[in-house]
C-alpha cells in the first residue's frame, strides 16, 4: 500500500489536530494549508468514524511539524498524543470489561487474549492499517506486527526509524485496560529495515 491508500479517521485526526495545535500556536493555520486541511484550521474534523484524511496528507502534516519543531519536541508531541489517544481508546464501551476476564495478566496467553481484544476494538480508530498478533510468539511476551504501516512511512520521510505513537499508545492502554505496566519494544520498523511491516514485543 501507499500512503494515499490510507484512509485517515475522523477521531483520529481530531486528537491529531489538537495536540499540534497546542505546540504550533500560530504556525498552525499555515501547516494545515501546507497539507489541504486548512478546513481545519478553526474547527476541529468531528467526533467520528469517519475518513476525512489520507495516509499522503498525515505524512506531508508529520513533515510540516518536524521542520517547524526541533526534534525532541516533535517526539514529545508524538509521545504525548500516543498516551492521550490510548486514554481516550480504552473508555470504549464494555472494553476494560471484556478484558477483565484475563486480569492479572501473569502468562503469555493472557496478555495475547488481552491484546487481541483491545486490538479488534480499538485498531479502527486510527488510520486503517491491519495490527495482528503473530501466530508464532517468541518464547517471553508477545509479538505484535503491524502490515504495511503508515508510521513507518512517515518515519522513511523524515530519517526516523521508531514508530513512536505507537509505543505509547500500547503502553499507555494495556496499563489503563489492565492496571499492569508493560514494556513495548519496536524490533522492526520498515523505515529501517526498508519493507512495509513493524513488529513490536509487549512483555
Known amino acids: 500500500m501507499q500512503a494515499q491508500d490510507f ?19 500560530a504556525q498552525y493555520p499555515r ?24 495516509g499522503e496528507q498525515l505524512v506531508q ?3 510540516q511539524i518536524y521542520k517547524a519543531l526541533s526534534s525532541d519536541m516533535y517526539l514529545l508531541f508524538l509521545r504525548n498524543f500516543g498516551r ?3 486514554q481516550s481508546a480504552a473508555t470504549l464501551p464494555g472494553l476494560k470489561e471484556k478484558v477483565e476476564g484475563f486480569l492479572p495478566v501473569k502468562s503469555q496467553s493472557a496478555l495475547q487474549g488481552v491484546l ?5 476494538r480499538v485498531g479502527g480508530l486510527t488510520v486503517g492499517e491491519e495490527i495482528v498478533v503473530s501466530e508464532i510468539q517468541p518464547a517471553e511476551g ?11 512511512e512517515i518515519n522513511r520521510a523524515l530519517g526516523l526509524t521508531e514508530c513512536t505513537i505507537i509505543l505509547s499508545f500500547y503502553k499507555e492502554l494495556l496499563y489503563r485496560l489492565t492496571g499492569q505496566r508493560f514494556t513495548v ?6 523505515a529501517a529495515s ?3 511491516d513493524c513488529f513490536f514485543l509487549i512483555k
Open 31 to 54: 501547516l494545515l494549508e501546507n497539507c489541504n486541511l486548512g478546513q481545519y484550521s478553526n474547527r476541529y474534523p468531528p467526533l467520528s468514524m469517519e475518513v476525512v484524511a489520507t
Open 61 to 63: 502534516l508529520s513533515g
Open 84 to 86: 492521550s489517544f490510548a
Open 116 to 120: 487481541k481484544l483491545a486490538i479488534s
Open 185 to 190: 519494544t519496536e524490533t522492526s520498523c520498515g
Open 7 to 25: 484512509g485517515i479517521r475522523s477521531v483520529y485526526l481530531r486528537g491529531y489536530l489538537a495536540g499540534i495545535r497546542k505546540i504550533t500556536g
Open 142 to 152: 508477545v509479538e505484535i506486527v503491524f502490515r504495511n504501516c503508515l508510521h513507518a
Open 194 to 196: 526498508g519493507g512495509p
